[in-house]
């Protein structure tokens, strides 16, 4: 079948937020003590950023170039990410309910900016009313069926263990605890299956009718409500391509434009054929850049408090980057690349900054390059003024809103002369991608159209170096500098001669230039 992405997708720029950490507007009132907003965050506790203050925010994000948002969870739950969902219909009260939203959305719209949502379909909380349900009844309950309890606990009238007071098993992430419906901790000890064996996290029997109506109703809501797609939280865990087929039937009957983005760490073609997801979220890109651009400043501590982060990030020079980028650029059909979700970082990994022993250089590198490939780029919120942040829950702080003077302004400044370059040229959002030179510590790529090409170069070594581009293509054409913030003065352009052209790269950056 033939493979229909969003169009929109291609020409955006996104900008990740976690709510609760963003932006306060003092339009919702808190029930209760909040944590200070400058205090390092905790596992459990709130700050108090609510949806109204993003909508306070929108001239700055456009200001910076962002053109989407994607919003970790909004809707009702009992802990600050909001992963843990007990009323899919209602928007936290604490970010200041369906009304924010409406307001968010529609301030969004009015700006031609598009709305993201975080639909968390695997898993629910002990709080949702189904489970709670099945807490009061028991076997009697007519929701027993919505989750994988354990019928020897049902039947024998033992008590579920949703608040267990003993010590839980370690987390083994070698294992995956949600391939086995009865073979899991929490099913055999707590008397239903909770995901990674998490008791605050009961997994949802999607085989069970009734659920997926529910589920696929929830997602037709807030699309009808005027949300632009759904990020999905972990889909592969729902071990039922039928579920998310149907999941897209149901979702593009309403809007056919909305983005269907799925977070899935590693390549998988096989779910983007078409009939299920339009792209994941591109952590491989993520981790080739940091790889790249980090080359030789990576924290290994900080790198492998993820293992899903540590595993893939390490010191690669440019013919390993270069291999590393083709791979990421041809392992799907050039529709599912246009709309590829290309993050540096996100809620559930250290910051890029971090990564690189906080620096800058190697996260204007990094910047660069996911601004200049196919894919629409995802800004982490805080990461364009240099906001640093370990592992979860560090690197979901405070946006420094009261505290300008910790705003790296020349890193800001860069981030959005990228952001720029990319919305004023089209060949960097619908180009062709070709490296055109890899050898030490330099790498090259072209991007071209019909009628426009784009030359990206980068330096990750301590030296000025210069390189020869296998230009074919562009014989007789000249190659004229874009500026970028903090390139050298008087940097030169080149001439393509034979098919090739030389050109210098300053040391620990990039350049861009155009035929």
């Known amino acids: 079948m033939p493979i229909t992405t969003p169009e929109w997708v291609k020409d955006a720029v996104f900008y990740q937020i976690f709510p609760d950490r963003f932006a306060r507007s003092g339009r919702v009132d808190a029930p209760g003590p909040l944590e200070p907003w400058d205090a390092p965050p905790t596992v459990h506790g709130f700050k108090g950023g609510d949806l109204y203050g993003i909508v306070d925010r929108l001239d700055e994000l456009q200001s910076l170039g962002i ?21 899919y219909f209602t928007v936290d009260p604490l970010l200041g309910g369906n009304a924010a939203l409406r307001e968010l959305i529609d301030a969004c719209h009015a700006r031609g900016m598009k709305v993201v949502l975080d639909g968390v379909f695997n898993h629910a909380s002990r709080g949702f009313w189904p489970f709670n349900h099945v807490m009061e009844c028991g076997a009697g309950s007519p929701y027993r069926e ?53 008791p605050a996290l009961p997994k949802l029997n999607t085989d069970n009718p009734e659920v997926r109506e ?35 039937r149901r979702v593009k009957a309403v809007n056919p434009d909305a983005y269907i983005v799925a977070e899935i760490w590693q390549p998988r073609p096989s779910v983007l054929g078409g009939d299920m997801y339009d792209s994941l979220m591109n952590y491989p890109l993520g981790a080739a850049a940091v790889s790249f651009a980090g080359s030789g400043r990576i924290d290994r501590a900080v790198a492998d408090s993820h293992a899903g982060v540590g595993a893939y990030v390490h010191d690669d020079d440019g013919p390993a980057f270069a291999r590393r980028l083709v791979e990421i650029m041809t392992v799907y059909p050039p529709e599912v690349t246009a709309v590829q979700l290309n993050l540096l970082d996100s809620h559930d990994t250290p910051r890029a900054l971090t990564i690189c022993s906080g620096d800058t250089d190697a996260v204007r590198i990094a910047t660069l390059v996911q ?17 640093p942040g370990g592992f979860d829950p560090d690197c979901r702080r405070t ?38 030179a890899a050898e030490g510590p330099a790498i090259a790529y072209l991007l071209t159209t019909e009628d426009a090409a784009m030359i990206v170069a980068l330096n990750n070594g301590e030296e000025p170096v210069t390189v020869e581009l296998a230009l074919a293509e562009l014989e007789g054409r000249s190659l004229a500098p874009v500026p970028l913030p903090g390139d050298p003065a008087g940097l030169p352009g080149a001439e393509v001669l034979g098919g090739r052209a030389t050109i210098v790269i300053p040391a620990r950056s990039g350049r861009v230039l155009h035929a």
């Open 67 to 87: 053109t989407a948002l994607y919003l970790n969870p909004i809707f009702a739950s009992a802990s600050n990410h909001r992963y843990h969902t007990y009323d």
């Open 146 to 198: 919505w989750f994988w309890f354990n019928p020897e606990f049902l039947d024998a009238g033992r008590p579920i263990e949703a608040f267990p007071l003993r010590d839980l098993p370690p987390l083994d992430h070698a294992e995956s605890p949600w391939e086995t419906r009865d073979g899991s901790w929490s099913f055999r000890e707590l008397g239903y299956r909770a995901w990674w064996d998490l």
């Open 214 to 248: 529910y589920l696929f109703g929830v997602a037709e809501h807030w699309i009808r409500f005027g949300a632009d797609g759904w990020r999905l939280d972990v889909p592969d865990q729902i071990e039922d391509d039928e579920f998310w087929r149907e999941f897209r």
């Open 371 to 387: 601004m200049t490939v196919p894919g629409a780029p995802c800004i982490y919120y805080g990461d364009e003024v240099g906001l």
């Open 399 to 436: 946006f420094p809103w009261d505290r300008p003077q910790e705003w790296d302004r020349e890193l800001l400044a860069y981030v959005r002369a990228a952001v720029h370059l990319r919305r004023d040229h089209p060949v960097l959002r619908r180009g062709s991608f070709r490296v055109v």
